[in-house]
């Protein structure tokens, strides 16, 4: 099933899970637009793939038989929100794989200042590039678009790289992934308790990485935030709906050692319906300090998407479980493997040493 084979009024209306089986096509990522579509076993498969790219690319040799995998192609990088990873690892995902990559950051330098709707400028770009990774504000957005582009001429995959305050797919698998590489020797993410501190109402990348962990036997989360800033109703009945064990507190020191990962996060005050109000909700004690470091569990992992501000102390960057850094670079192979996989060159790679 694909997104011409549904009119706009019917997909829209769907459930997430619903949703996904318009995006994916057996192993294959037609459009990377929500968590939900991803299930345990294409969560599984990628992590695989980037792990292999992660190898290729230590050598020379490696590197160029990626580098020859997609020269014909183009890819569109279209951000007109703030970003730093998402932006970077997307192009040097890119560029690992060989995609030729243009760009558009400020709409003050495309024809969106001259009035046009977000709706043509990405019609415009499909006249031209192979792939859309876009970054918007507006919800729903690169969704709208997949399915305005699957009923087009130029029917090209879109990946959403942070829609809203709703969804970044992309985020959430590279926490999986990860997750998966933390967890590797010790049972892997099953049965393990994730805790979420932070803005929790306004993240989107919480809101993804909740969605994908429902995959995963066993596991408990647990929301740690200000009252004000405490994970939506919206997120929680998905997790009844699943199953998922979950718990909301505004205990974070105390709760600590419970954890076999914890998810950092930013106030989201870009969000902000009056100007100041996130200054005003009190979040010091929601901070991770060097003194947590003995408390946590000595095999938990200390994550944050990044950016962060003082959410995660400095001097707690030279622990071994503060695996920030290392997650950030893991976005880079992970988003390597889905483009890989959206091209259909992800057997290839897989069967590299059989070619050498
Ligand atoms: C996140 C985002 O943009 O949602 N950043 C990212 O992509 N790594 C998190 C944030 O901005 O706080």
């Keep these: 099933m694909g997104l011409n084979e549904i009119a706009w009024d019917d997909y829209k209306d769907l459930g997430l899970y619903e949703k996904g089986k318009f995006l994916i096509d057996g192993n294959h990522v037609e459009h990377a637009l929500i968590a939900q579509q991803f299930g345990r076993k294409e969560l599984d498969y990628l992590g695989e793939l980037a792990t292999k790219i992660r190898f290729i690319a230590k050598t020379r040799e490696g590197?160029?038989?990626?580098?020859?995998?997609?020269?014909?192609?183009r890819a569109m990088l279209y951000f007109t929100q703030p970003s730093t990873r998402t932006f970077l690892s997307f192009f040097a995902a890119c560029q690992i794989l060989g995609l030729r990559i243009g760009n558009v950051r400020d709409t003050a330098t495309s024809s969106e200042f001259k009035g046009e709707t977000q709706e043509d400028s990405v019609r415009s770009f499909s006249s031209y590039y192979d792939l859309i990774v876009m970054r918007t504000k507006k919800k729903g957005l690169a969704e709208r678009m997949a399915w305005v582009l699957a009923n087009s001429e130029r029917p090209i995959p879109i990946i959403n790289a942070g829609s809203g305050q709703d969804q970044h797919p992309t985020q959430a698998l590279l926490d999986i992934y990860t997750l998966q590489r933390s967890f590797e020797g010790i049972g892997g993410i099953d049965g393990k308790t994730v805790?979420?501190?932070?803005?929790?109402?306004?993240?989107?990348?919480?809101?993804?990485?909740?969605?994908?962990?429902?995959?995963?036997?066993?596991v408990k989360l647990l929301f740690v935030a200000p009252e004000q800033l405490q994970i939506s109703d919206e997120i929680l009945k998905l997790l009844d709906d699943a199953d998922v064990s979950y718990e909301i507190t505004s205990e974070f020191e105390e709760r600590i050692p419970e954890a076999n990962a914890i998810y950092m996060t930013r106030i989201q005050d870009e969000w902000d319906a009056h100007k100041g109000e996130s200054a005003k909700v009190d979040t010091t004690k929601f901070c991770f300090k060097a003194e947590h470091?003995?408390?946590?569990?000595?095999?938990?992992?200390?994550?944050?998407?990044?950016?962060?501000?003082?959410?995660?102390?400095?001097?707690?960057?030279?622990?071994?479980?503060?695996?920030?850094?290392?997650?950030?670079?893991?976005?880079?192979?992970?988003?390597?493997?889905l483009i890989a996989n959206i091209f259909a060159v992800d057997k290839s790679i897989l069967n590299y040493e059989n070619q050498s």
């Design 195 to 218: 805790m979420f501190v932070g803005d929790l109402a306004r993240g989107r990348t919480v809101r993804s990485l909740a969605g994908l962990l429902t995959n995963y036997a066993g």
């Design 293 to 337: 470091l003995d408390v946590l569990k000595k095999d938990a992992v200390l994550m944050h998407p990044l950016p962060r501000r003082n959410e995660i102390s400095t001097d707690v960057d030279h622990d071994p479980r503060a695996v920030y850094w290392r997650q950030m670079r893991n976005g880079m192979w992970i988003r390597t493997a």
């Design 63 to 73: 590197m160029d038989f990626l580098n020859s995998q997609l020269p014909h192609k």
